[in-house]
């Protein structure tokens, strides 16, 4: 797994953009498929939790981060790339100190595909990760 950053604003230095990027498995592929994603928030220090709920039961949706991950699967001859967003799902950040270090993330998402046309696929999948990150100040 490959991970890196940007500022989501350049006038806010708690603002994020990760990338995302990792060759997976499963047990029934011959060969590895790569996973591509990003997910943005605004201000990492208004944490650590995160949320986003596009279908509550009642009230509005909530959105307090953005995401998208590309799925490219060579060993899939009828849909070798695939897009999801993050339905349901909480994101956790220990946010590096401000001169610097290390940032922790955890994400737990309920995603959905979104086909040619922007639509949602409702087949949920579930996408859980962590990983940690050096931000230099």
């Given at each position: 797994?490959?991970?890196?950053?940007?500022?989501?604003?350049?006038?806010l230095?708690?603002?994020?953009?990760y990338y995302?990027?990792?060759n997976?498995?499963?047990?029934?592929?011959?060969?590895?498929?790569?996973?591509s994603?990003w997910?943005?928030?605004p201000?990492?220090?208004?944490?650590?939790?995160?949320?986003?709920?596009?279908?509550?039961?009642?009230?509005e949706?909530?959105?307090?981060f953005t995401?998208?991950?590309?799925e490219?699967?060579?060993?899939?001859?009828?849909?070798?790339?695939?897009?999801?967003?993050?339905?349901?799902g909480?994101?956790?950040?220990?946010?590096?100190?401000?001169?610097?270090?290390?940032e922790?993330?955890n994400?737990?998402?309920?995603m959905?595909?979104?086909?040619?046309?922007?639509?949602?696929?409702?087949i949920?999948?579930?996408f859980?990760?962590?990983?940690?990150l050096?931000?230099?100040?």
């Amino acid at each position: 797994m490959d991970v890196n950053y940007i500022l989501a604003d350049s006038t806010l230095g708690a603002s994020r953009r990760y990338y995302i990027t990792a060759n997976v498995q499963d047990d029934t592929e011959l060969g590895v498929h790569a996973i591509s994603a990003w997910i943005e928030l605004p201000d990492v220090n208004v944490g650590p939790n995160f949320q986003v709920d596009l279908e509550p039961d009642s009230g509005e949706p909530v959105t307090e981060f953005t995401a998208w991950i590309d799925e490219i699967n060579v060993n899939d001859p009828i849909d070798s790339l695939r897009s999801f967003i993050p339905v349901n799902g909480v994101l956790q950040i220990g946010p590096a100190p401000e001169t610097g270090g290390t940032e922790r993330v955890n994400f737990i998402f309920t995603m959905n595909e979104v086909d040619e046309d922007g639509d949602l696929i409702d087949i949920p999948i579930q996408f859980t990760g962590s990983f940690r990150l050096r931000i230099e100040d």
